[in-house]
């Protein structure tokens, strides 16, 4: 039988085989090493949650959340961990959806990232909010 081939470096990463699924705000990375291309990678978190600064009331989304990596990938269990954080959290649509962008932003330093919040329709009305940040690749 032959040996397990490992390509990807796994240094760092605590989240991901383990048992724990609590909310965190501790983001994990691994080193990219495909750095001498551009790649686009895009979450789909489709049961984000967070609440309405006046009324309290839960608002629900689907985040998009694309980015092109320059030295770290994000680990998707923590990524989860992270945005889970916001289950109790109070803020527009615009607030958090920034708020998202920054944090991943200065954890990641990124080449390029855009947030995207689909949030569902409240009053008639469905929001989508989209912030970026640099310039993405074509």
């Known amino acids: 039988m ?4 490992h390509i990807s470096d796994t240094t760092g990463i ?22 001498n291309r551009d790649t686009i990678v895009t979450f789909r978190c489709a049961e984000f949650t967070c609440h309405c600064p006046v009324t309290g009331q839960p ?6 959340i694309e980015y092109v990596p320059a030295e770290k990938g994000l680990e998707s269990k923590s990524l989860k961990n992270f945005l889970w954080s916001y289950r109790d959290t109070q803020g527009f649509h615009e607030d ?19 947030v995207t919040g689909h949030f569902n329709i409240r009053g008639g009305i469905a929001i989508d909010v989209v912030a970026e940040e640099g310039t993405r690749p074509a």
């Open 96 to 114: 958090v959806v920034n708020e998202i962008l920054d944090k991943l932003r200065d954890f990641l330093e990124p080449k390029w990232i855009r």
């Open 2 to 5: 032959p040996e397990k081939r």
């Open 59 to 64: 608002d629900f989304a689907t985040l998009d």
């Open 14 to 35: 605590t989240m991901l085989g383990s048992n724990k699924s609590e909310v965190s705000f501790q983001l994990e990375a691994f080193p990219f090493k495909q750095r």
